[in-house]
Antibody, heavy 115, light 110 residues
Framework: EVHLVESGGGLVQPGGSLRLSCAAS????????MHWVRQAPGKGLVWVSR????????TYADSVKGRFTISRDNARNTLYLQMNSLRAEDTAVYYC????????WGQGTLVTVSS | NFMLTQPHSVSESPGKTVTISCTRS????????VQWYQQRPGSAPTTVIF?????PSGVPDRFSGSIDSSYKSASLTISGLKTEDEADYYC?????????FGGGTKLTVL
C-alpha cells in the first residue's frame, strides 16, 4: 500500500526557513516523479514544485521560484522541500504527491508564517 | 501558462446525475491528460479519475471522466449521487513546464 507521510511543518517568522520531508513507502520510489502541492486555509490546491525520478530535473511555480528547492534522496525514499525567505502568503498545508498524475497524496503538513 | 476554470459550486439531489466542467484557457485539452481529485473537509485529496477517463481501483463506476477537445473542456460526471459524494472536486492538467489545478467545485448533495 502506498504511504506518503509529510513532516517538518510549523510556525516560522517571515523571512525564515523550513525544510519539509515526505517519507515514501509501498512503491518503488526511484521510479516516480514527485510533487509538492499546497493549500492555503479555505482555498484551493496550488502546485508548488516537481522533481523527476533521479532528481536531475526540477520545476517550480513562479510564486516560489528562487526561494524553494525541491530535492530527493532515493536511498532513503524521501522527498524534501527547502523553503527560504518565507512570506505570510506561504501559509498553507503542504502535500507531497506521487507520480506524473499525482495519483497518491500524503496527509499534509501545516506551515504557518507569522510574526 | 494556461488556466483551468471550474464552476464554483454545483448542487443536486441524491440519486441524480451531476457534471462538473473544466475549461482550459489555451492549448488543447486533449494535448495533456486531465485528472480529477475529490477532497472531503479536513482530508487530503484522492484521485477519482486519471488520464482523462480512467478510474483507480476502488472508485465506483458512478464516476466517469471525458474530454471535449472542440470545446477545450474536460468533464467529471457523477451518477446516482450519494450524500457521501459531497466534497470539493478539482481538475488538474499540465504542460512541459507547469502543473495546473482548477479552482475547485464544491458539490452539495441535498
Amino acid at each position: 500500500e502506498v504511504h506518503l507521510v509529510e513532516s517538518g511543518g510549523g510556525l516560522v517568522q517571515p523571512g525564515g526557513s523550513l525544510r519539509l520531508s515526505c517519507a515514501a513507502s509501498g512503491f518503488t520510489f526511484i521510479s516516480y516523479w514527485m510533487h509538492w502541492v499546497r493549500q492555503a486555509p479555505g482555498k484551493g490546491l496550488v502546485w508548488v514544485s516537481r522533481i523527476n525520478s533521479d532528481g536531475s530535473s526540477t520545476t517550480y511555480a513562479d510564486s516560489v521560484k528562487g526561494r524553494f528547492t525541491i530535492s530527493r534522496d532515493n536511498a532513503r525514499n524521501t522527498l524534501y522541500l527547502q523553503m527560504n525567505s518565507l512570506r505570510a502568503e506561504d501559509t498553507a498545508v503542504y502535500y507531497c504527491a506521487k507520480g506524473i498524475g499525482l495519483d497518491y497524496w500524503g496527509q499534509g503538513t501545516l506551515v504557518t508564517v507569522s510574526s | 501558462n494556461f488556466m483551468l476554470t471550474q464552476p464554483h459550486s454545483v448542487s443536486e439531489s441524491p440519486g441524480k446525475t451531476v457534471t462538473i466542467s473544466c475549461t482550459r484557457s489555451s492549448g488543447s485539452v486533449a494535448s495533456n491528460y486531465v485528472q480529477w481529485y475529490q477532497q472531503r473537509p479536513g482530508s487530503a485529496p484522492t484521485t477519482v479519475i486519471f488520464e482523462d477517463n480512467q478510474r483507480p481501483s476502488g472508485v465506483p463506476d458512478r464516476f466517469s471522466g471525458s474530454i471535449d477537445s472542440s470545446y477545450k473542456s474536460a468533464s467529471l460526471t457523477i451518477s446516482g449521487l450519494k450524500t457521501e459524494d459531497e466534497a470539493d472536486y478539482y481538475c488538474q492538467s499540465y504542460d512541459s513546464s507547469n502543473v495546473v489545478f482548477g479552482g475547485g467545485t464544491k458539490l452539495t448533495v441535498l
